[in-house]
């Protein structure tokens, strides 16, 4: 059997010697979209976590048998195609949602706390030449008793609403999909959790449903010094948008996601005024060693069951 990771360099250290138990294994840190079809050539089973594979690539492979999607999202390969062509798809699900949760925290904290600001205060030696024991001049709230608003209470969500609770936040939620439900917490309409909540946080698929979905005309409903933090998918929430909001009110945002990836310089999300109101990080949350290590066993698991 021949197996093809296409993108292996999106698991960093982590072994792939379970590949190896299937037979020839050919490993490319990235591939370019022009690359695909003449890497896949003869492979049984292809391994991608964002490469596209389109219907022509896999009417040109007929020894395809099996594409394993590293990843929950399947939006890169074509599945009706794959049905069509008798073209196993599988991917791999919730092996990142406490890496996620994990880092949506990190997120807050860091914007919540200020933490930049503090962190170079003392850095710089200001903190030293102060004559004061403490610095008080950014001021930062506690979670306990704010309103969290939830976009999206798939599994990642409700894990997130769970934490959010044991630090004492009111949760409330959206539901994108309009299918998920919980008698745990209160569903609201988007532009009351928009209006009411102290910290949102996004956990939500990128669809028709979902697509800006947070634009600059709904992001003038946003409380004074909210929270908003992103870590569904890119297009979610307007770029541009933000890069003006930020600069314009005492909003903070974070974002682990963005349209295009990585994030053109170009991006106005780059050039705002107020940095300190902005976090970025480039598409991490999902990474943590123990996520990593879940998804190439779970992957291997896939194969292991398909042969």
Known sequence: MKIVL???ITFGDISLECFDAFGEVVKYAKTAPGETLSRIEGAEVVVTNKVVITK?????TP???????????MNNVDLEAASELGIEVKNVAGYSTDSVVQHTFSMLFYLMGHSRYYDEVVKSGEYSKSGVFTDVSHPFYEVKDKTWGIIGLGAIGREVARVARAFGANVIYYSTSGRNSSDEYEQVVLHRLLESSDIITIHAPLNE?????LNYDKLQHLKERAVVLNLGRGGIIDEKAVAEIVDER???????????????????????????RLYLTPHIAWTSVEARER????VCQNIKESF
């Open 6 to 8: 296409l993108d292996a």
């Open 56 to 60: 022509e690539m896999m009417q040109s």
């Open 63 to 73: 020894s395809l048998k099996l594409i394993c999607i590293a990843a929950t999202g």
């Open 209 to 213: 449903k979902t697509k800006n979905l």
């Open 250 to 276: 005492e909003c903070y945002f974070g974002l682990d996601v963005f349209e295009k990836e990585p994030l053109p310089q170009s991006s106005p999300l780059l050039s705002v005024k107020n940095p300190q």
């Open 295 to 298: 998804l190439i066993a779970m």
